[in-house]
C-alpha cells in the first residue's frame, strides 16, 4: 500500500520542487518528483515547506531530561521533545563519568538503540585534555586505557557509533586505531593538541571535529594548533554548535564558505533545558544553570552545552531563502551528519530511504514530523 503526500515545496539535498510530491510505502520513499501528481494525494501541506528529518549527531538531552542519566525514561522524553522540533534520528550523547557508571549506561542505552529508538551513541569523554575540560568534571578525565576501550565497545553491541577525544593523551592514536578498527566515528575535541599531533590523528583514522573552536586553542598565525589542521582536511567533518553563543555567526558562516555544505554538520550538543526553560539542570555529576536560554556551569563562565534545536539550526541556515541555500541547510542538518556517522538510511528525501519528513510552515516552524511515513 503506497501513500502520496503532497507539499507547495519540497527540499532535497541537491533540488527544490514546487510544488512537490512523494510516494512512500512499507516507511520508505519509493518515488518523488515535481508538480502535480496524476492521483490525489492521502495527504497533503498546501503551504508547508518538506525537508528531510534532521539528524542530531551530538545531543546530550532536551526536554527537561538527560541521555547521561542512563535510564530509558530519561532518553525517550529527551528524544521526545527534540522529535518535536523535528529531529527524527538521534544519536545520544554521553558525557565523562567513572568507568563504572559509563559502562553501565552504555549498557542501558545500548538496548534502545538495539530496539531502534535511538540512532546510536556518543561518547563525549571520558579521554579529553584536562585544561580543555568544557563542562566534563577535571577529576573524572582519564588517559584512554586499552581495557575500558574493549569492555565499553563490548557492552555497546555495536551502539557507540562515535567517540570524542584528545589526540594528545598517552595512548590516543592506539585508541583511535582501536575504535576505527570496531567501525566506530572517531572525533578530535575538548583538545589541547597542536596542529602536527592533531594530523597525526588524522592520519590514524579521526574523521570528525567536535564542535570546531570550542575547548580547543584558538587560531593562532604562529601556532595554528588543531583548528587548521581540521578545517584544511577534506576527510574532516566539522561539526558546529551554530546557536549564536559557541560561535559568532559570521564565522559560522565563514566555515562553511571554506569547506562547503558536505563537510559542515550543524549539532546542538543540547543539554536537559532545550525545549525548556531557565533554571538549574544537571549534567552529568555537574550543576547547570540557564540563564537567557544560556547553559553556563553553576558559578561560572563556562558554557556548559547548548538549549537550542535543530529546527532553530535549520533555520539560521537558511539565510535568505535562495534555493541553494536551501539545499545547503539540508545538507548541513540530515545529509552530512548522516554520513558522518554510516547512517547510510536517512539524510535525505530520495528512493530507498526512510521516510523521515519535516514540514516547515512559512516561519520556517515545525508544522508536522513524519518518522518512517508515521
Do not use: K
Not at 132 to 140: F, V, Y
Not at 240 to 248: E, P, Q, R, S, Y
Not at 257 to 271: E, N, P, S, W
Amino acid at each position: 500500500m503506497t501513500e502520496l503526500i503532497t507539499a507547495a515545496r519540497i527540499v532535497t539535498s541537491d533540488a527544490v520542487l514546487a510544488p512537490g510530491w512523494v510516494e512512500i510505502s512499507d516507511g520508505r520513499v519509493v518515488a518523488l518528483g515535481g508538480g502535480i501528481p496524476d492521483r490525489n494525494p492521502d495527504r497533503t501541506f498546501p503551504d508547508a515547506t518538506l525537508v528531510p528529518g534532521f539528524v542530531d549527531i551530538h545531543v546530550h538531552g532536551g526536554g527537561g531530561a538527560d541521555y547521561p542519566d542512563g535510564t530509558r525514561e530519561q532518553a525517550f522524553a529527551a528524544r521526545d521533545a527534540h522529535r518535536a522540533h523535528g529531529t527524527t534520528r538521534t544519536m545520544a550523547s554521553l558525557v565523562t563519568a567513572d568507568a563504572a557508571t559509563l559502562l553501565e549506561r552504555v549498557q542501558s542505552l545500548a538496548a534502545l538503540v538495539a530496539e531502534g529508538e535511538l540512532g546510536g551513541i556518543h561518547l563525549e569523554g571520558p579521554w579529553l585534555s584536562p585544561e580543555r575540560a568544557g563542562a566534563h568534571d577535571p577529576a573524572l578525565l582519564r588517559a584512554p586505557d586499552a581495557a575500558e576501550i574493549d569492555a565499553l565497545l563490548a557492552a555497546g553491541s555495536g551502539a557507540i557509533r562515535m567517540v570524542t577525544l584528545a589526540p594528545e593523551l598517552p595512548g590516543a592514536l592506539a585508541a583511535v586505531e582501536r575504535f576505527t578498527a570496531a567501525g566506530v566515528v572517531v572525533a578530535i575535541g575538548h583538545t589541547n593538541a597542536d596542529y602536527d599531533g592533531t594530523r597525526r590523528a588524522i592520519d590514524a583514522g579521526a574523521t570528525v571535529a567536535t564542535h570546531l573552536f570550542n575547548a580547543m586553542p584558538p587560531l593562532h598565525h604562529r601556532d595554528p594548533g588543531p583548528v587548521l589542521a581540521l578545517l584544511e582536511d577534506p576527510r574532516v567533518t566539522i561539526e558546529l554548535v551554530a546557536d549564536g553563543t559557541h560561535l559568532h555567526p559570521g564565522l559560522a558562516r565563514w566555515v562553511e564558505a571554506r569547506t562547503g555544505a558536505d563537510r559542515v554538520a550543524l549539532v546542538t550538543d543540547a543539554m536537559g533545558a532545550a525545549a525548556c526553560g531557565d533554571g538549574e539542570y544537571r549534567l552529568g555529576s555537574l550543576t547547570v544553570e540557564v540563564h537567557g536560554g544560556v547553559a553556563r556551569l553553576a558559578g561560572t563562565d563556562t558554557i556548559a552545552g547548548s538549549t537550542v534545536t535543530m529546527e532553530a539550526l535549520f533555520r539560521g541556515a537558511v539565510g535568505a531563502g535562495s534555493d541553494a541555500e536551501w539545499c545547503a541547510a539540508v545538507r548541513m542538518t540530515a545529509t552530512t551528519p548522516a554520513r558522518t556517522v554510516g547512517w547510510s538510511d536517512v539524510g535525505d528525501i530520495a528512493p530507498g530511504l526512510v521516510a523521515d519528513f519535516v514540514a516547515l510552515d512559512p516561519e520556517l516552524r515545525v508544522a508536522a514530523v513524519v518518522c518512517a511515513g508515521r
